[in-house]
C-alpha cells in the first residue's frame, strides 16, 4: 500500500492538474462582454466534437467556438511555452532573472516576424513562425557573445539582454516606420503588445503541437536540468552532455518563443515571474517543476487574456499591458530580493 501512495498521488495531481486547465479553458470560453452559460460551452464543444445535437443559439455557438475557445486555447499554449522557456534559461544560465523577454530572444523573434511580413525577407520561402526563430537566435548568439566579452559575472547575460533587446527593438521600429504603410504600422504595432484578436484555429494547431513538444524535450533533460542547477562543471562530472544539452534547450526555447511571438507578439514577464511562482509550490526539482510551470502559465494566460476583454467595456487591451501590469512588481520584487545576482 505504502509503495503504491507516490503512484496514487502522482495520478490525483495529474487528474487535478487537467481539471483545472479544463475549468480555465472553460472561463476563457465563457467569460466576456457577452457572458455565456458554461454550460452552453460544454454543450457546444459536445456539438463540434461528437455531433451531440444540443440545441444552442447560432450566434453563442459561433462566439464560443470560433472566438474564444480557439483565443483561450491559443493563450494556454503561449502561457506554457514563455513559463517553460523561463525555467530552462533560468536552470542553464544559473540566473533568476532570465527569461526570454529579458535575454532578447522575444525582441529578436519580433524582428525576424516583422522583417518577413513588412520587408518581405525569404521570398515567399520564410514563413512567419520561420522568421521569428531565425530571429530569435541571431539575438540569442548576440547576446550571448556580448556577455562572454562583458565577462562570466552572473549579471553580464542580464546587462547583455538588455542592450540586445533595446537593439532589436530599435530594429523592428525603424522598419515598421521605413517599411510600413499607416495600417500595416498600426496593426504591428498592436500585435507587438501582445495580441490574441485575430487568433483563431489554425494557430492553435500551430501552438499546440509546440508547446507539447516543448514540454515533452524539456521534460526528458529534467535530470540534466537538476544538474545544471549546480553548475555546468558539476553537470559534466555527473555524465551529462552539457553541451549538447545546452544546445538542444536553447534551440527548443527560442523555437517556443519565435512561435508565440508569431502568433500573438512579444509579451513580456510570463517567462520570468511564471517559474518563480512554481518553485514556491512544488520546489526546485524539474520534475515537478516543468509541469507545474507550463500549468500555472497556461492559467495565468487565459486569466490575463479575460481581463483583458473586460477590465475596459467595449474594449479589447493588448495582453501584454495586462501581464505586465502583473509582472513589472513581481519583477521588482524578485529583483530586490536577488541583489547579490547582479
Known amino acids: 500500500m505504502t509503495a503504491d501512495r ?3 498521488l502522482r495520478t490525483g495531481a495529474a487528474f487535478a492538474a487537467l481539471v483545472l486547465l479544463v475549468a480555465a479553458l472553460g472561463m476563457g470560453a465563457a467569460v466576456g462582454e457577452t ?3 458554461l454550460d452552453v460551452v460544454a454543450k457546444t464543444v459536445a456539438n463540434r466534437l461528437w455531433q451531440a445535437g444540443h440545441a444552442i443559439e447560432p450566434i453563442d455557438e459561433g462566439i464560443i467556438w470560433n472566438y474564444r475557445l480557439s483565443r483561450a486555447m491559443v493563450a494556454a499554449c503561449c502561457g506554457s511555452a514563455l513559463a517553460l522557456c523561463g525555467v530552462i534559461l533560468q536552470s542553464l544560465l544559473r540566473n533568476a532573472l532570465a527569461d526570454p523577454y529579458i535575454l532578447g530572444i522575444s525582441a529578436g523573434a519580433s524582428t525576424g516576424a516583422v522583417a518577413v511580413a513588412i520587408l518581405g525577407i525569404g521570398a515567399g ?3 512567419l513562425p520561420i522568421g521569428a526563430f531565425l530571429g530569435a537566435l541571431v539575438a540569442f548568439g548576440l547576446v550571448s557573445a556580448l556577455a562572454v566579452r562583458a565577462g562570466r559575472g552572473t549579471g553580464a547575460i542580464i546587462l547583455a539582454g538588455v542592450a540586445g533587446s533595446q537593439l532589436f527593438n530599435a530594429l523592428t521600429s525603424f ?4 517599411a510600413a504603410n499607416a495600417e500595416q504600422a498600426r496593426g504591428i504595432m498592436f500585435w507587438l503588445l501582445g495580441n490574441l484578436s485575430g487568433v483563431r484555429w489554425p494557430d492553435v494547431w500551430l501552438a499546440l503541437p509546440v508547446a507539447l513538444l516543448g514540454l515533452v524535450v524539456c521534460l526528458w533533460h529534467a535530470r540534466a536540468l537538476d544538474a545544471f542547477t549546480f553548475g555546468t562543471e558539476s553537470a559534466a562530472s555527473l555524465g551529462i552532455p552539457v553541451r549538447r544539452v545546452y544546445v538542444v534547450l536553447i534551440a527548443v526555447s527560442a523555437l517556443m518563443t519565435a512561435v508565440m511571438v ?4 512579444s509579451i513580456g514577464f510570463v517567462g520570468l515571474v511564471i517559474p518563480h511562482a512554481a518553485r514556491m509550490v512544488v520546489g ?4 515537478l517543476l516543468l509541469p507545474a510551470s507550463a500549468l500555472i502559465g497556461a492559467v495565468f494566460m487565459i486569466a490575463a487574456d479575460v481581463l483583458s476583454r473586460v477590465i475596459i467595456p467595449g474594449q479589447v487591451l493588448p495582453i501584454g499591458v495586462i501581464t505586465a501590469l502583473f509582472g513589472a512588481p513581481a519583477f521588482a520584487l524578485i529583483l530586490s530580493q536577488r541583489r547579490s545576482a547582479l
Open 284 to 287: 526546485v526539482r524539474h520534475g
Open 175 to 178: 522598419i515598421v516606420t521605413k
Open 35 to 37: 457572458a455565456i452559460p
Open 6 to 8: 507516490p503512484i496514487l
Open 262 to 265: 508569431s502568433i500573438v507578439g
Open 125 to 127: 520561402i520564410l514563413t
